[in-house]
């Protein structure tokens, strides 16, 4: 069974920062692309960051572009999102999941393999 787990949520206020990071349990993340997704009351599940299979390619939501930054480290089996300059609206449970591949449009049903989930809240 693939299982990814994500750590390093919390509570921070506006303009802080936050590393999330995720791991693999029982198989290498070296075969899989991996996303970031979010979810936020009464919203739908979306896509924010993709890195692919080596690290070479990224993609981030608009909304995140220039505060975000993805990347993986496969020797330690890991991926990591650091997250910039948060915002009250980017208060969300976020979600690693693992594809085959990372696309622009970075779309929930591209992906195969989720984490549980780690709470994001940024407020003052």
């Known amino acids: 069974q693939l299982q990814l787990v994500e750590s390093g949520g919390g509570l921070v206020q506006p303009g802080g920062s936050l590393r999330l990071s995720c791991a693999a349990s029982a198989f290498t993340l070296d075969y899989y692309a991996i996303g970031w997704f979010r979810q936020a009351p009464g919203k739908e599940r979306e896509g924010v960051s993709c890195i692919s299979i080596r690290g070479g390619s990224t993609n981030y939501a608009d909304s995140v572009k220039g505060r975000f930054t993805i990347s993986r480290d496969n020797a330690k089996n890991t991926v990591y999102l650091q997250m910039n300059s948060l915002k009250p609206e980017d208060t969300a449970v976020y979600y690693c999941?693992?594809?085959?591949?990372?696309?622009?449009?970075?779309?929930?049903?591209?992906?195969?393999?989720w984490g549980q989930g780690t709470q994001v809240t940024v407020s003052s």
């Open positions: 999941a693992a594809a085959r591949y990372c696309s622009g449009q970075i779309g929930v049903y591209e992906y195969d393999y």
